[in-house]
C-alpha cells in the first residue's frame, strides 16, 4: 500500500473543487483509493509530465479532470499537488 500524503493547500483546493463540481465525488473519491492500492491501475492513466511540470506525474479522475502528483517510490508515498480540469493542471 501507499501512503497519500494532504497538504493543507492541496486540501483548501480539492475542497474547493468539490464544492464546485460535487458531481465529481464519488468518482475523486474512488481515484485516491485505486491510487492508495495501486498507483499502476491501467484505470489511473498515470504518466510522467515533461517540460517544466518534469518530475510530476498525473492521473486521471476521468477524461476531463486530472489530479497531478508527486510520486515517490522509495518512501511509496504519494503527494498530490494539483487538481483539476486537463488544460488548467498543465
Known amino acids: 500500500m501507499y501512503k497519500i500524503f494532504y497538504t493543507n493547500s492541496y486540501i483548501k483546493l480539492a475542497s474547493r473543487f468539490l464544492k464546485k463540481h460535487p458531481e465529481?465525488?464519488?468518482q475523486y473519491s474512488?481515484?485516491?483509493?485505486?491510487?492508495?492500492?495501486?498507483?499502476?491501475?491501467p484505470s489511473?492513466?498515470?504518466h510522467k509530465l515533461t517540460g517544466?511540470?518534469?518530475?510530476?506525474h498525473s492521473v486521471s479522475i476521468n477524461i476531463q479532470y486530472r489530479i497531478?502528483?508527486?510520486?515517490?517510490i522509495k518512501e511509496k508515498?504519494?503527494?498530490?499537488?494539483?487538481?483539476?480540469?486537463h488544460e488548467d493542471v498543465y
Open 77 to 85: 508515498t504519494i503527494i498530490p499537488i494539483m487538481l483539476g480540469k
Open 44 to 46: 489511473l492513466r498515470m
Open 24 to 26: 465529481l465525488e464519488k
Open 30 to 41: 474512488k481515484t485516491l483509493q485505486v491510487l492508495e492500492v495501486n498507483p499502476y491501475h
Open 68 to 72: 497531478t502528483i508527486q510520486f515517490i
Open 52 to 56: 517544466k511540470l518534469g518530475g510530476i
